[in-house]
């Protein structure tokens, strides 16, 4: 399997741009979480996805963030308009239903606003 | 709210020497445990898990980690540790069956000197 799978993996653009940040999970997993890293406040969840719903989206920071899930296989975190205190590295993580569910985590997206 | 310690930022050590690391968490009820592994410019790697049973847990690489229900703590140990595990470890909660998200300490970046 190729694992979760993001893209871009870097992106730089300039404050007020719209950017969109995409992430493809594990084939069969069917949920779908995404994270922010940053060195002030660590890993934290942003948002995530079961069977393609948004079931918790309290770490979302405010209006300007914005995700969705259309299909089992694809997911976006959109930030219109972006700020420079959005930079950050942007993980995307899958699981399962299994029992031992264990979270998978992409490559991550390392985002630069300026 | 569930939180997640890990009190040790920063962690320099010579080759062969002993690792632990601590990791404590705020939650009374069912709980998973995780060790996640970041290597430099990498995305987290699953070290090791605990769901139910043994509360020695061994995973990759020659970590382990204990649970120890009545400290609240899951700490992560190597006996002798390698230049290669020089990398940022993170302990992660996964709280009851609901909630499907993880809570992720602080994390400790480890420096192991040659």
């Known amino acids: 399997d190729a694992g979760v799978i993001q893209s871009p993996r870097h992106e730089v653009t300039e404050m007020g741009q719209e950017v969109t940040l995409r992430c493809k999970p594990i084939s069969g997993h069917n949920s779908l979480f995404w994270y922010r890293q940053t060195m002030m406040r660590g890993l934290e969840l942003l948002i995530y996805?079961?069977?393609?719903?948004?079931?918790?989206d309290s770490g979302m920071p405010e209006d300007r963030f914005s995700a969705k899930m259309p299909n089992a296989s694809f997911s976006t975190l959109k930030i219109q308009p972006s700020e420079p205190r959005d930079s950050a590295v942007y993980f995307c993580a899958s699981s399962s239903d299994a029992i031992q569910e264990t979270q998978y985590f992409g490559p991550g997206t390392r985002l630069l606003v300026l | 709210a569930q939180s997640v310690s890990q009190h040790n930022h920063h962690v320099i050590l010579s080759e062969a020497a002993s690792l632990e690391l601590g990791c404590n968490y705020s939650y009374g009820g069912t709980v998973n445990l995780f060790w996640y592994v970041q290597y430099p410019g990498q995305h987290l790697q699953l070290l090791l898990k605990y769901f139910s049973g043994d509360p020695l847990v061994k995973g990759i690489k020659g970590f382990e980690a204990e649970f120890i229900k009545s400290k609240f703590s899951f700490n992560l140990r190597k006996p002798s540790v390698q230049w290669s595990d020089t990398a940022e470890y993170f302990c992660a909660v996964k709280v009851g069956t609901g909630r499907r998200a993880l809570t992720f300490g602080s994390g400790t970046r480890l420096q192991v000197q040659p």
């Open positions: 996805f079961n069977n393609n719903v948004p079931i918790d």
